[in-house]
T-cell receptor, first 116, second 108 residues
Framework: DTEVTQTPKHLVMGMTNKKSLKCEQH?????MYWYKQKAKKPPELMFV???????INESVPSRFSPECPNSSLLNLHLHALQPEDSALYLC???????????????FGPGTRLTVT | AQRVTQPEKLLSVFKGAPVELKCNYSYSGSPELFWYVQYSRQRLQLLLR??SRESIKGFTADLNKGETSFHLKKPFAQEEDSAMYYC??????????FGGGTRVLVKP
């Protein structure tokens, strides 16, 4: 299996809702990433997990809460989001993450989130 | 801090014509550059990386450290090349910084 899968494909939520995005890979990768992509803009890194530990948080608001329960799974818990958080949320994985590493990142298809 | 600039938001060419997508970067370290492509309704995928020095789908890109550029070229564009193209730079760790993207439209 050489794909990164993401569920759901689409999500509409109110500002008071709590929801979660899910990402899964079975390539044995030990690094996983969350990106946010606004319309007609490039992906922007949010979080990086390496060996199930949070390595990078790009000053993301606390209403986004990542979780890596095991090496194959990455979640993004959403709570009290704002309409400006509407975007495509991309998950990616790579063999590893760290100084001196250069591994291809494999991207999932994304979850299109709309906050009403 | 690293930065990637793609000056053209849209490139429209006719089928069979050459296409060149510009990418300039600023980075204090030794750069590693990539081109990613996003076809309509498909996921973002790696097209090529400078260290491979290979041609993928007829595309080539050469890293010019003097001009801090990594332009993507194809001598004869095809309709299936229509897509969004992102230049990206790898900084510390495996962190990618993307340029703003260039939409390529190949007309028949």
């Amino acid at each position: 299996d050489t794909e990164v899968t993401q569920t759901p494909k689409h999500l509409v939520m109110g500002m008071t809702n709590k929801k979660s995005l899910k990402c899964e890979q079975h390539m044995g990768h030990r690094a996983m990433y969350w990106y946010k992509q606004k319309a007609k803009k490039p992906p922007e890194l949010m979080f990086v997990y390496s060996y199930e530990k949070l390595s990078i948080n790009e000053s993301v608001p606390s209403r986004f809460s990542p979780e890596c329960p095991n090496s194959s799974l990455l979640n993004l818990h959403l709570h009290a989001l704002q309409p400006e958080d509407s975007a495509l949320y991309l998950c990616a994985s790579s063999q590893a993450y760290g100084q001196g590493t250069s591994y291809e990142q494999y991207f999932g298809p994304g979850t299109r989130l709309t906050v009403t | 801090a690293q930065r990637v600039t793609q000056p053209e938001k849209l490139l429209s060419v006719f089928k069979g014509a050459p296409v060149e997508l510009k990418c300039n970067y600023s980075y204090s370290g030794s750069p590693e550059l990539f081109w990613y492509v996003q076809y309509s309704r498909q996921r973002l995928q790696l097209l090529l990386r400078h260290i491979s020095r290979e041609s993928i789908k007829g595309f080539t890109a050469d890293l010019n450290k003097g001009e801090t550029s990594f332009h993507l070229k194809k001598p004869f564009a095809q309709e299936e090349d229509s897509a969004m193209y992102y230049c990206a730079l790898r900084a510390a760790g495996n962190k990618l910084t993307f340029g703003g993207g260039t939409r390529v439209l190949v007309k028949p």
